[in-house]
């Protein structure tokens, strides 16, 4: 017999907060966003702090590599999606992990026997003005040239001049070398007033670029999520079938982070997963599992070992759990109830295990009302997909950015 609840399932649509007083002293410059994202005792601190509470969700249309760079930047977290083979991404994983930042891996590359109409092509696919010229058309070839759009008038010239004929050779480029700073690098291009700075290695191989623009986006983003050795920091997600083999493979890839992915998570078979990890790794591995919707499915979790517990069954913008299963809650009213739950299992045991409202987020003000209701960070899909980090295909409707919906995918499937 089921138990009936007294109280509606509510979703961050019915609230909205009543504004409190504030003094000149409440500016954005005195606002701190910092959260923890993994457990820790009473006195002592978490392993891991965010800046910001956001992370991006578990999803193949939402976070890959691009978006875990872009978000370490503004000093939150992306969890990679697992549903790919385990190569792939772990790959992914440690192109984050070995990212410089500042030193960027060429995207735009042809070779010197394409014509023009090859460069237009591939500037309007990836929007850059900047492309290397290169002996096999690779970001690892040979750099034999340059062009930019300095090296081109479209009206005086036909679409099938060769490239050859009019990029900058190779012997006119000012470049640098590899293991050089970004300082230096960034002094060579303000010296002699470049946009663009090829870094080579000693076979003339490109390495990397350095752009001035980034020169200005690296300033401005002083919220940047670094680990112990100037890293990016990123997570990744896995499940309760093949952790066995993903694991080991995630963390030889230098993963920050790792995140249970199932749309039910108050099961023995996370349990037993956090215990496998617990067993081989003890507490050096972070692992967030969920989800749940109450604050008996919280501490079962909890009591598992998970570093933070996530919340939500069916509120996601493309999720079909209570549809296939009919089972879920309103968000609000599951994060008012694991909050509640996870103030408690402090009291009693001394340790604070962070929650994440995950789903649920409609409009901008519910990140708010998810915050002030006590999740300590948040879970979007959504909301990243529409960029152009993310790896989704986007739709220009009046000059408006769209992100295609991924196929939907049921809960066993996740």
Same mark, same amino acid.
């Given at each position: 017999?089921?138990?009936?609840?007294?109280?509606?399932?509510?979703?961050?649509?019915?609230?909205?907060?009543?504004?409190?007083?504030?003094?000149?002293?409440?500016?954005?410059?005195?606002?701190?966003?910092?959260?923890?994202?993994?457990?820790?005792?009473?006195?002592?601190?978490?392993?891991?702090?965010?800046?910001?509470?956001?992370?991006?969700?578990?999803?193949?249309?939402?976070?890959?590599?691009?978006?875990?760079?872009?978000?370490?930047?503004?000093?939150?977290?992306?969890?990679?999606?697992?549903?790919?083979?385990?190569?792939?991404?772990?790959?992914?994983?440690?192109?984050?992990?070995?990212?410089?930042?500042?030193?960027?891996?060429?995207?735009?590359?042809?070779?010197?026997?394409?014509?023009?109409?090859?460069?237009?092509?591939?500037?309007?696919?990836?929007?850059?003005?900047?492309?290397?010229?290169?002996?096999?058309?690779?970001?690892?070839?040979?750099?034999?040239?340059?062009?930019?759009?300095?090296?081109?008038?479209?009206?005086?010239?036909?679409?099938?001049?060769?490239?050859?004929?009019?990029?900058?050779?190779?012997?006119?480029?000012?470049?640098?070398?590899?293991?050089?700073?970004?300082?230096?690098?960034?002094?060579?291009?303000?010296?002699?007033?470049?946009?663009?700075?090829?870094?080579?290695?000693?076979?003339?191989?490109?390495?990397?670029?350095?752009?001035?623009?980034?020169? $200005?986006?690296?300033?401005?983003?002083? #919220?940047?999520?670094?680990? %112990?050795?100037? *890293? /990016?920091?990123?997570? @990744? +997600?896995?499940?309760?079938?093949?952790?066995?083999?993903?694991?080991?493979?995630?963390?030889?890839?230098?993963?920050?982070?790792?995140?249970?992915?199932?749309?039910?998570?108050?099961?023995?078979?996370?349990?037993?997963?956090?215990?496998?990890?617990?067993?081989?790794?003890?507490? $050096?591995?972070?692992?967030?599992?969920? #989800?749940?919707?109450?604050? %008996?499915?919280? *501490? /079962?979790?909890?009591? @598992? +070992?998970?570093?933070?517990?996530?919340?939500?069954?069916?509120?996601?913008?493309?999720?079909?759990?209570?549809?296939?299963?009919?089972?879920?809650?309103?968000?609000?009213?599951?994060?008012?109830?694991?909050?509640?739950?996870?103030?408690?299992?402090?009291?009693?045991?001394?340790?604070?295990?962070?929650?994440?409202?995950?789903?649920?987020?409609?409009?901008?003000?519910?990140?708010?009302?998810?915050? @002030?209701?006590?999740?300590?960070?948040?879970?979007?899909?959504?909301?990243?997909?529409?960029?152009?980090?993310?790896?989704?295909?986007?739709?220009?409707?009046?000059?408006?950015?769209?992100?295609?919906?991924?196929?939907?995918?049921?809960?066993?499937?996740?």
């Amino acid at each position: 017999m089921a138990h009936y609840f007294e109280e509606p399932s509510r979703t961050f649509n019915e609230y909205l907060l009543v504004p409190g007083y504030s003094s000149k002293e409440c500016r954005v410059e005195n606002v701190s966003l910092k959260t923890p994202i993994t457990k820790f005792k009473k006195g002592e601190e978490p392993k891991i702090t965010m800046n910001i509470p956001l992370v991006s969700a578990v999803m193949q249309a939402v976070s890959d590599d691009k978006m875990a760079v872009a978000l370490a930047k503004e000093g939150g977290i992306s969890f990679i999606f697992g549903s790919q083979p385990i190569e792939s991404q772990a790959a992914m994983i440690r192109r984050v992990k070995t990212h410089k930042a500042g030193f960027v891996t060429s995207d735009s590359n042809l070779r010197p026997d394409q014509t023009l109409k090859d460069v237009l092509e591939l500037k309007a696919l990836k929007g850059h003005s900047t492309i290397a010229i290169t002996d096999d058309g690779t970001a690892e070839g040979k750099i034999l040239g340059l062009v930019t759009s300095r090296d081109y008038r479209v009206s005086r010239m036909s679409p099938d001049t060769k490239i050859s004929e009019f990029m900058t050779p190779f012997d006119k480029l000012i470049y640098g070398r590899s293991g050089i700073t970004l300082s230096e690098a960034n002094d060579i291009l303000w010296d002699h007033k470049l946009n663009a700075l090829p870094i080579i290695d000693d076979n003339q191989r490109l390495t990397h670029f350095v752009f001035r623009k980034d020169y $200005d986006s690296h300033k401005s983003n002083p #919220n940047e999520l670094l680990d %112990e050795q100037k *890293r /990016y920091m990123v997570g @990744a +997600g896995i499940n309760t079938r093949d952790h066995e083999q993903r694991v080991p493979a995630l963390i030889d890839a230098g993963v920050d982070i790792l995140c249970i992915d199932s749309s039910e998570g108050y099961s023995q078979w996370q349990a037993d997963t956090i215990a496998w990890i617990r067993e081989r790794y003890g507490d $050096d591995i972070k692992i967030g599992a969920g #989800n749940v919707v109450d604050g %008996e499915g919280f *501490r /079962y979790l909890a009591e @598992a +070992g998970a570093d933070f517990v996530k919340i939500g069954i069916g509120g996601g913008s493309i999720c079909i759990t209570r549809e296939q299963k009919g089972i879920g809650r309103g968000q609000a009213t599951a994060v008012i109830e694991v909050a509640a739950a996870r103030d408690e299992y402090f009291k009693e045991t001394g340790i604070y295990v962070p929650i994440c409202s995950d789903g649920g987020i409609v409009y901008d003000h519910h990140l708010t009302l998810a915050l @002030a209701m006590g999740a300590d960070f948040i879970m979007l899909g959504r909301y990243f997909a529409r960029f152009d980090e993310s790896p989704t295909n986007k739709l220009n409707v009046n000059a408006q950015l769209a992100a295609l919906r991924p196929r939907r995918r049921s809960s066993h499937e996740v």
